[in-house]
């Protein structure tokens, strides 16, 4: 991997939920270029495995499901028998589900025939992005941070844009994602006197398995939904997974970052301050 810039990582011992995803694999691959030990947390083992294998020997991967305690608690038992505590901890879970997406942008007087409103979305969908993105998020901290009390350390939340301007069909997503940045600063507070700084990246739009059905259609040509995100990005383009790194080796960095606690950062391409005028 090649990284924008080099830090020294040596005395972290990092936990990363979401591990084997597109955006979250590429973050422990970096952080272990700079010489942390990764733990890859996800639930499906495979994945995280894979990623493991690509990393080498300062890389571990455990089958973790973020949305049962004692499940977390296994793998945080599992890491400091390998390595001792965790100092840094990133909070990837997360997702949106198709029974939380409306059909429509609008809501108007006359729609299709079939088409999922609003007035459709399954209760259950609800409950599972929300719990995806803040119960996973609440619970990995809760026994991941515990081994930061005595020598403090570092939590890096996957935000969103759709925390600063919620998108159209996805109203579970967006909302849960505006809770993931508020939930960062309630932290950054929080633990502030214990020496545990926590930040968030908020990605704009990059390309993955999870909305790349939303993006292109199944013969790759864009839909309109892509036309109107390019069309609002003022830098004319989907971002790069690697074009994240900079930011999360800046964050990861506490000579470069030790006095920050508490922010959202934006990685957009210029989506968030464009107003479309």
């Known amino acids: ?12 011992v990092v936990a990363l939920t979401g591990a084997g995803g597109v955006l ?16 890859l947390l996800d ?10 294998d690509a990393i080498g020997e300062n890389a571990i991967a455990i089958e973790t499901n973020a ?23 990133v909070n990837g879970a997360g997702g ?34 929300f719990d995806l993105n803040i119960t996973s998020a609440f619970l990995t901290t809760q026994v991941f941070a515990q081994d930061m009390l005595e020598t403090g350390g570092n939590i890096i939340n996957l935000s969103s844009m759709n925390a600063f301007h919620p998108l159209t069909k996805i109203p579970a997503y967006s909302a849960a994602k505006a809770g ?24 704009g739009f990059f390309v993955g398995n999870q909305n790349r059905g939303l993006l292109f259609n ?32 800046f964050l990861a960095d506490d000579n470069a970052s030790g006095f920050i606690t508490g922010v959202v950062i ?3 391409g210029g989506f968030n301050a464009y107003s479309g005028v």
């Open 1 to 12: 991997m090649k990284l924008p810039f080099q830090v020294n990582l040596s005395n972290k």
């Open 24 to 39: 979250i694999s590429e973050f422990a691959k970096a952080l272990a270029a700079c010489g942390a030990k990764v733990a």
């Open 43 to 52: 639930v499906n083992l495979p994945a995280a495995q894979a990623v493991a």
């Open 67 to 89: 949305l049962e305690k004692a499940s977390l608690e296994n793998a945080k038992q599992t890491v400091n028998a390998k390595w001792g505590k965790v100092n840094f901890l």
């Open 96 to 129: 949106n589900n198709p029974k939380a997406t409306s059909d429509n942008e609008y809501m108007t007087a006359s729609l299709p025939a079939g088409t999922k409103t609003f007035f459709d979305l399954d209760e259950k969908g609800l409950r599972f992005v």
């Open 180 to 203: 993931i940045s508020n939930f960062t600063e309630w932290l950054a507070v929080h633990f502030a006197p214990m020496g545990i700084r926590c930040n968030a990246i908020a990605p």
């Open 218 to 249: 199944p013969d790759g040509s864009p839909t309109a939904r892509t036309g109107k995100i390019l069309a609002g990005t003022p830098m004319g383009r989907f971002g790069e997974v690697s074009e994240l790194i900079g930011t999360l080796l």
């Open 266 to 268: 934006p990685v957009d």
